[in-house]
């Protein structure tokens, strides 16, 4: 897409947005937030456009430095992910989780594979089984594990259920999990006892589903041991490209934003006991 054809549509969508005043001092502030979300949107994609063209699209930083990505992502913010800032609270936990090499990593809400493919990468003993209900995130993950020369590990599913984790019992498993939600029916130990036995991590929509947090560390407390991730929005760039240096302050602000629209904290959560005789118990009687 242009930039001109975004501009044409940014400015029909605002005219759109402000053409009947609102009535009332909160459904003012409401419009001219949504105002400001959709200005700070476009601004955002046009610096991408700018780091597209003198960067490329290899992950500059972070733990998953040097995969060769995509010019946009399948849903929601980009640069961040190029820029490799992206959960930047989350990536001591990634590295972590890599140096561990599981056997398997099981993504479960892995839209284009930004953690999928960066993770096969970076640990190429794993497989990695990546779960996406969106049949063009399916599509697009599947040429990105292609493209960084993957794709033998790197296997694409859609709906994973509960009952699913049964086939994953007794084995070296990390369960890395963004479902917009839906955590709140999938990550059931009681339906689900294999769980109980790998390690996880999982994003917690809490501004979707309040409470979530909360209620999926009280069904995990007895079998992990877990922490809280909290997200206070500040990104850092261990080194900078000049061209981002020379950006006003406004810009590197919008540049690394995730366009987040309330908390969504993340719960790194390791297994208290892996055993597999302890997993194969627990299928037996959960």
């Known amino acids: 897409m242009t930039e001109q ?3 044409s549509q940014v400015h029909q969508q605002l005219q ?8 009332g001092n909160a459904a003012e502030q409401a419009q001219l937030n949504n105002a400001l979300r959709l200005l700070s949107k476009w601004r955002s994609v046009l610096i991408q456009n700018t780091l597209l063209q003198q960067n490329g699209t290899v992950v500059m930083q972070g733990p998953l430095q040097g995969l060769d990505f995509l010019p946009q992502s399948a849903e929601g913010c980009h640069i961040a992910k190029l820029l490799g800032c992206y959960e930047q609270p989350l990536q001591a936990f990634v590295e972590q989780a890599v140096q561990k090499q599981y056997a398997t990593i099981l993504n479960i809400g892995c839209a284009e594979g930004y953690y999928a493919v960066g993770m096969a990468r970076r640990m190429p003993a794993t497989q990695v089984l990546a779960h996406d209900l969106n049949p063009k ?6 040429a990105l594990a292609h493209k960084n020369g993957v794709s033998d590990r790197v296997r694409i599913g859609g709906l994973f259920k ?19 939600g839906a955590e709140k029916e999938l990550l059931d130990p009681v339906a689900a006892p294999a769980l109980r036995h790998m390690d996880i991590i999982v994003e917690s929509h809490e501004c979707l589903v309040p409470g979530i947090t909360q209620l999926i560390i009280d069904r995990f407390s007895q079998s992990h041991q877990i922490t809280l991730v909290q997200d206070d929005g500040q990104r850092q760039l261990s080194k900078p490209p000049q061209w981002f240096v020379k950006l006003s302050h406004l810009d590197q602000l919008l540049a690394t934003w995730e366009w987040r629209s309330g908390p969504t904290p993340w719960l790194v959560m390791q297994a208290k006991d892996t055993s597999s005789k302890a997993v ?4 037996a009687h959960g």
């Open 16 to 23: 759109h947005m402000l053409a009947h005043p609102a009535q």
């Open 137 to 142: 995130a399916q599509e697009i993950c599947t």
């Open 280 to 283: 194969q118990s627990s299928a």
């Open 162 to 180: 509960p009952e699913d984790f049964a086939a994953h019992a007794g084995q070296n498993v990390l369960l890395m999990c963004d479902i917009e």
């Open 5 to 7: 054809t975004i501009y």
